[in-house]
């Protein structure tokens, strides 16, 4: 029986999905709240702004029972007009002060915001080469982009609106209680109804919130996958079959959507008609107590009651939406961070030192076994001295172990056993940046950034001017090239080289590497994108590229390798034979075999 196939949007969410989930969490808002501290000045008179504008607006409505019980209850027309110059006054200072309450939380919230971003960007690239191959672009993105932006939200939104509408509950709870103890207590009687109305949806709205931003994050890799893989998705005419794949996606993030609002549509209503059942009871108690012959109480006091009951409710209503808010905030608060808090498999240890070296070193391997996962070894026991000035040559099969050999002595990963030394330092011990700084690097994805051709080949020493740029692009022979384009080397090239063919950016990548001036020089497969002239006239100039170096060619084409000094031999991650050119071939081993193969073709 054929196993059914598995839809790609359940890998997608079975892969995706977050298992470790936390609640609205006040350690989650007194971290975020912690990025506030560099801004402690515009944070602390934003507090200030709050705490005002929550004793503002139940001061107004003070202000109206005094009003009612004094000078129109005293039939005083002098002092009903001051009353309401001064009423004017306060409002006209309300609204002074909520002008700078949002402002300040806008600020605020765009410098945490900058903060965090610039945080996640630094934390990104300490990551090592392993961190990339395992997690998706789009999530890399979300975390920046919608994760961030929630965040922000959370902040300026969120954190102070909930402040000023809590303080003024408490302020309107205070004075209701002070004016009418009888008809506070209807209040009271309410806030059991709030609470499990609240505690009943606030499980199931942050579970939907959830679901929505994990469903985002889909959305934004599929994305980001499918415009990086266009070339393929045409070429093989996939473009209805991935766009259902998408649009499942899609309809998987709507329906998340949906959830959050139908959910928002029942919560929000409850609270609206808790509030409507409260104010008909105060109708009916507070008037009787003004009828009451008994009671005496003055009318303005009840209409005063019903302007503070207002400003009481109001509140929960509004941190009922801002709830909602609060939820993507936290969700996007606690994937942010725990992107923060995945520190990188390996960093430099504080004891590694720089390494300034100004001739060719020697690099040496001593039983080096090396794997990207725990069942996939892809080296095994590799030894070997490349002596200072000398081209080592690596060939072997596809899976062979090549990649491997580069990866690790560009340090983008770590033996898992054996130790790989550099001019007699084992590489555990050189800074990283040090390293990098004295290696020039081309392989076959020929990977250029947006500007202009000279832009990229500066990207090998951004110091360089624009004389030393023609002048390594004329050493490497190929100038006549590069300006026969448009506008020479101030051709402009899209995103990943767009516009260039794949020959000249591999050309634009030599000079990238030449005019870094590396100790350790890296071909990987770099030759495989040029046609056989272009070929010939690189093989000239890397007599002069790799003179004075310690260079590892890495070339499934033999002719590129013939002048090495050394040709290692590899076959499942071993090294099979060791040697020149002639005495492989004298040998008649494996090497002899793909030699013959190749000049069969």
Same mark, same amino acid.
């Given at each position: 029986?054929?196993?059914?196939?598995?839809?790609?949007?359940?890998?997608?969410?079975?892969?995706?999905?977050?298992?470790?989930?936390?609640?609205?969490?006040?350690?989650?808002?007194?971290?975020?709240?912690?990025?506030?501290?560099?801004?402690?000045?515009?944070?602390?008179?934003?507090?200030?702004?709050?705490?005002?504008?929550?004793?503002?607006?139940?001061?107004?409505?003070?202000?109206?029972?005094?009003?009612? &019980?004094?000078?129109?209850?005293?039939?005083?027309?002098?002092?009903?007009?001051?009353?309401?110059?001064?009423?004017?006054?306060?409002?006209?200072?309300?609204?002074?002060?909520?002008?700078?309450?949002?402002?300040?939380?806008?600020?605020?919230?765009?410098?945490?915001?900058?903060?965090?971003?610039?945080?996640?960007?630094?934390?990104?690239?300490?990551?090592?080469?392993?961190?990339?191959?395992?997690?998706?672009?789009?999530?890399?993105?979300?975390?920046?982009?919608?994760?961030?932006?929630?965040?922000?939200?959370?902040?300026? +939104?969120?954190?102070?609106?909930?402040?000023?509408?809590?303080?003024?509950?408490?302020?309107?709870?205070?004075?209701?209680?002070?004016?009418?103890?009888?008809?506070?207590?209807?209040?009271? =009687?309410?806030?059991?109804?709030?609470?499990?109305? &609240?505690?009943?949806?606030?499980?199931?709205?942050?579970?939907?919130?959830?679901?929505?931003?994990?469903?985002?994050?889909?959305?934004?890799?599929?994305?980001? /996958?499918?415009?990086?893989?266009?070339?393929?998705?045409?070429?093989?005419?996939?473009?209805?079959?991935?766009? =259902?794949?998408?649009?499942?996606?899609?309809?998987?993030?709507?329906?998340?959507?949906?959830?959050?609002?139908?959910?928002? =549509?029942?919560?929000?209503?409850?609270?609206?008609?808790?509030?409507?059942?409260?104010?008909?009871?105060?109708?009916?108690?507070?008037?009787?107590?003004?009828?009451?012959?008994?009671?005496?109480?003055?009318? #303005?006091?009840?209409?005063?009651?019903?302007?503070?009951?207002?400003?009481?409710?109001?509140?929960?209503?509004?941190?009922?939406?801002?709830?909602?808010?609060?939820?993507?905030?936290?969700?996007?608060?606690?994937?942010?961070?725990?992107?923060?808090?995945?520190?990188? /498999?390996?960093?430099?240890?504080?004891?590694?030192?720089?390494?300034?070296?100004?001739?060719?070193?020697?690099? /040496?391997?001593?039983?080096?076994?090396?794997?990207? #996962?725990?069942?996939?070894?892809?080296?095994?026991?590799?030894?070997?001295?490349?002596?200072?000035?000398?081209?080592?040559?690596?060939?072997?099969?596809?899976?062979?172990?090549?990649?491997?050999?580069?990866?690790?002595?560009?340090?983008?990963?770590?033996? &898992?056993?054996?130790?790989?030394?550099?001019?007699?330092?084992?590489?555990?011990?050189?800074?990283? +940046?040090?390293?990098?700084?004295?290696?020039?690097?081309?392989?076959?994805? &020929?990977?250029?950034?947006?500007?202009?051709?000279?832009?990229?080949?500066?990207?090998?020493?951004?110091?360089?001017?624009?004389? /030393?740029?023609?002048?390594?692009?004329?050493?490497?022979?190929?100038?006549?090239?590069?300006?026969?384009?448009?506008?020479?080397?101030?051709?402009?090239?899209?995103?990943?080289?767009?516009?260039?063919?794949?020959?000249?950016?591999?050309?634009?990548?030599?000079?990238?590497?030449?005019?870094?001036?590396?100790?350790?020089?890296?071909? +990987?497969?770099?030759?495989?994108?040029? +046609?056989?002239?272009?070929?010939?006239?690189?093989?000239?100039?890397?007599?002069?590229?790799?003179?004075?170096?310690?260079?590892?060619?890495?070339?499934?084409?033999?002719?590129?390798?013939?002048?090495?000094?050394?040709?290692?031999?590899?076959?499942? =991650?071993?090294?099979?034979?060791?040697?020149?050119?002639?005495?492989?071939?004298?040998?008649?081993?494996?090497?002899?075999?793909?030699?013959?193969?190749?000049?069969?073709?």
């Amino acid at each position: 029986m054929k196993a059914k196939p598995v839809p790609i949007t359940r890998i997608l969410r079975d892969e995706d999905y977050e298992t470790e989930k936390r609640p609205l969490s006040l350690t989650l808002l007194g971290r975020l709240f912690r990025y506030t501290r560099p801004y402690a000045r515009k944070r602390n008179w934003l507090l200030f702004a709050v705490v005002l504008r929550a004793l503002q607006l139940p001061a107004l409505a003070w202000a109206i029972g005094a009003v009612i &019980n004094g000078p129109i209850a005293n039939r005083d027309p002098r002092g009903v007009m001051w009353a309401g110059l001064g009423f004017l006054a306060l409002a006209a200072f309300t609204h002074f002060t909520f002008h700078f309450r949002q402002r300040l939380a806008l600020e605020l919230g765009e410098a945490v915001v900058h903060d965090l971003r610039r945080d996640l960007f630094h934390h990104f690239l300490r990551m090592p080469m392993s961190f990339f191959n395992r997690t998706k672009l789009g999530r890399i993105i979300s975390r920046v982009t919608s994760d961030a932006e929630a965040m922000r939200t959370g902040v300026q +939104d969120v954190l102070f609106m909930s402040l000023v509408q809590g303080g003024q509950a408490l302020v309107a709870a205070v004075l209701m209680c002070w004016y009418d103890g009888v008809l506070f207590l209807v209040v009271l =009687g309410l806030a059991p109804a709030i609470w499990v109305t &609240n505690r009943f949806f606030r499980r199931r709205l942050s579970e939907a919130h959830r679901m929505v931003q994990e469903s985002w994050s889909r959305v934004t890799a599929t994305i980001a /996958e499918s415009v990086s893989g266009i070339r393929v998705t045409q070429g093989f005419v996939r473009q209805e079959l991935n766009a =259902g794949f998408f649009s499942e996606l899609v309809t998987d993030h709507s329906k998340y959507n949906l959830g959050v609002a139908r959910t928002s =549509g029942v919560f929000l209503p409850l609270l609206e008609l808790n509030t409507q059942f409260f104010m008909a009871a105060l109708v009916v108690l507070g008037g009787y107590r003004v009828l009451s012959p008994d009671l005496h109480v003055p009318v #303005g006091t009840v209409v005063q009651f019903f302007f503070l009951a207002n400003l009481f409710f109001d509140p929960v209503r509004v941190i009922g939406n801002q709830y909602n808010q609060s939820l993507a905030a936290m969700a996007g608060a606690e994937r942010v961070f725990k992107v923060l808090d995945t520190p990188p /498999e390996w960093e430099d240890a504080p004891e590694a030192v720089e390494w300034g070296s100004k001739a060719a070193p020697t690099v /040496e391997f001593r039983h080096v076994s090396f794997g990207y #996962g725990t069942d996939r070894p892809a080296l095994r026991a590799v030894s070997f001295v490349a002596e200072p000035g000398q081209t080592v040559a690596l060939v072997g099969q596809t899976g062979s172990g090549k990649s491997s050999i580069i990866n690790l002595i560009a340090k983008f990963y770590l033996p &898992n056993a054996g130790e790989v030394f550099i001019d007699g330092l084992e590489i555990r011990r050189l800074r990283s +940046d040090s390293l990098h700084r004295q290696m020039g690097l081309v392989s076959q994805q &020929n990977f250029l950034f947006t500007g202009t051709i000279m832009d990229n080949i500066r990207v090998g020493r951004p110091t360089a001017k624009d004389e /030393e740029v023609i002048a390594a692009v004329r050493q490497l022979g190929f100038l006549d090239l590069i300006g026969a384009l448009p506008a020479g080397l101030a051709t402009r090239v899209g995103e990943r080289g767009a516009g260039l063919s794949l020959g000249q950016r591999q050309l634009v990548c030599f000079a990238r590497a030449s005019i870094a001036d590396p100790r350790i020089l890296i071909l +990987d497969e770099a030759t495989s994108s040029v +046609d056989a002239v272009t070929e010939a006239r690189i093989q000239e100039s890397l007599v002069t590229l790799l003179r004075g170096r310690t260079s590892f060619v890495v070339a499934h084409r033999l002719s590129t390798i013939r002048q090495a000094d050394l040709i290692l031999v590899l076959d499942h =991650g071993r090294i099979v034979e060791r040697g020149t050119h002639k005495q492989l071939l004298e040998a008649g081993g494996v090497y002899a075999g793909l030699h013959a193969e190749f000049v069969q073709k």
